[in-house]
């Protein structure tokens, strides 16, 4: 049966964080597709960070900041995602993309 993975993310301020926990379960879908699982798809949870009626603005969950004055500014980890989701490779996940680009 094929697998979507929808909605896999972690509320944290830390987005250093943000970029190991992609790597831990993006690893482990990569390695579950090695083993022959039909893996159709991969959703972050949430692209942007969002509005919880019951914290607020807090925790913070997504790739894109949003500010007080509802600014987006991308994170880190969405520019890393990003990497990932062009080049098919988790190694890119922690390059910088002058080193993408070569």
């Keep these: 049966m094929p697998l979507y993975v929808t909605e896999n993310g972690i ?8 970029l190991d926990y992609l790597h831990t379960h993006l690893a482990a879908l990569a390695r579950a597709v090695a083993e022959g699982v039909d893996v159709r798809g991969y959703l972050h949870w949430s692209a942007f960070d969002n ?4 914290e607020g603005y807090r925790p913070r969950f997504g790739l894109v900041a949003v500010g007080d004055d509802f600014t987006r500014t ?7 995602f990003a990497r990932v989701a062009r080049t098919g490779r988790l190694g890119a996940l922690h390059e910088t993309s002058e080193q993408t680009s070569r």
């Design 11 to 18: 509320a944290t301020t830390d987005d250093t964080e943000r």
């Design 51 to 54: 509005f919880e009626w019951s």
């Design 74 to 80: 991308p994170k880190p980890s969405a520019y890393a």
